[in-house]
């Protein structure tokens, strides 16, 4: 059963700050890693999508790695601002035996979240 | 707006009732996933389809829990006889068709209070 946990589960830190979050996923046999933002009381927003073969994503301030082998990702956002304050989650989808089947491959299987406050 | 919309957003009712979410995917999106989420814990998989098919669900969705996808389009998540656990946030979302990993696209959720 895949289990994802994520470290650290809240952080703090001041406005300008560069940061990183982690990720850990204990089945490597992944298709994709996906690492959301949400607000509170609010639904999911998708920031990076990471294939399996890919080593990282960038997105503005934001890039994703991947370190699939290890069971590991991290988000690092550049320059934080208050505006970033929110909840991060990372969520894996396994990978099929036959994708065709579409099956227990397309679940997502989500972290905890890091729940990131940055002070002005 | 041509995200994933929800109805409602919000929803109290007494235990022991039935209630009924819906989900309105993206515009030609064929696979649609029901996900739930309790205080300070990550979302969790309930349920998949792909176009009107049901291909999986969850241990979590019991006998009490049911949902639908008639058309290929939107999609209900029933619950009856709701109790006090059943409290959480219900989280919809679609990905597009075609074979490989596609980003899911979540719609703003459905808070459920059950007193």
């Given at each position: 059963k895949q289990e994802v946990t994520q470290i650290p589960a809240a952080l703090s830190v001041p406005e300008g700050e560069n940061l990183v979050l982690n990720c850990s996923f204990t089945d490597s046999a992944i298709y994709n890693l996906q690492w959301f933002r949400q607000d509170p009381g609010k639904g999911l927003t998708s920031l990076l999508l990471i294939q399996s073969s890919q080593r990282e994503q960038t997105s503005g301030r934001l890039n994703a790695s991947l370190d699939k082998s290890s069971g590991r990702s991290t988000l690092y956002i550049a320059a934080?601002?208050?505006?970033?304050s929110a909840t991060y989650l990372c969520a894996v989808r396994k990978r099929s035996?036959?994708?065709?089947?579409?099956t227990s491959g397309s679940r997502l299987t989500f972290g905890e979240g890091t729940q990131l406050t940055v002070n002005p | 707006d041509t995200g994933v919309s929800q109805n409602p957003r919000h929803k109290i009712t007494k235990r022991g009732q039935n209630v009924t979410f819906r989900c309105d995917p993206i515009s030609e999106h064929n696979r649609l996933y029901w996900y739930r989420q309790t205080l300070g814990q990550g979302p969790e998989f309930l349920t998949y389809f792909q176009n009107e098919a049901q291909l999986e669900k969850s241990r979590?969705?019991?006998?009490r829990f049911s949902a639908e996808r008639p058309k290929g389009s939107f999609s209900t998540l029933e619950i009856q006889r709701t109790e006090q656990g059943d409290s959480a946030m219900y989280l919809c979302a679609s990905s597009p068709r075609g074979t490989g990993g596609y980003e899911q696209y979540f719609g703003p959720g459905t808070r459920l209070t059950v007193t």
């Amino acid at each position: 059963k895949q289990e994802v946990t994520q470290i650290p589960a809240a952080l703090s830190v001041p406005e300008g700050e560069n940061l990183v979050l982690n990720c850990s996923f204990t089945d490597s046999a992944i298709y994709n890693l996906q690492w959301f933002r949400q607000d509170p009381g609010k639904g999911l927003t998708s920031l990076l999508l990471i294939q399996s073969s890919q080593r990282e994503q960038t997105s503005g301030r934001l890039n994703a790695s991947l370190d699939k082998s290890s069971g590991r990702s991290t988000l690092y956002i550049a320059a934080s601002q208050p505006g970033d304050s929110a909840t991060y989650l990372c969520a894996v989808r396994k990978r099929s035996f036959n994708y065709l089947q579409e099956t227990s491959g397309s679940r997502l299987t989500f972290g905890e979240g890091t729940q990131l406050t940055v002070n002005p | 707006d041509t995200g994933v919309s929800q109805n409602p957003r919000h929803k109290i009712t007494k235990r022991g009732q039935n209630v009924t979410f819906r989900c309105d995917p993206i515009s030609e999106h064929n696979r649609l996933y029901w996900y739930r989420q309790t205080l300070g814990q990550g979302p969790e998989f309930l349920t998949y389809f792909q176009n009107e098919a049901q291909l999986e669900k969850s241990r979590l969705l019991s006998d009490r829990f049911s949902a639908e996808r008639p058309k290929g389009s939107f999609s209900t998540l029933e619950i009856q006889r709701t109790e006090q656990g059943d409290s959480a946030m219900y989280l919809c979302a679609s990905s597009p068709r075609g074979t490989g990993g596609y980003e899911q696209y979540f719609g703003p959720g459905t808070r459920l209070t059950v007193t």
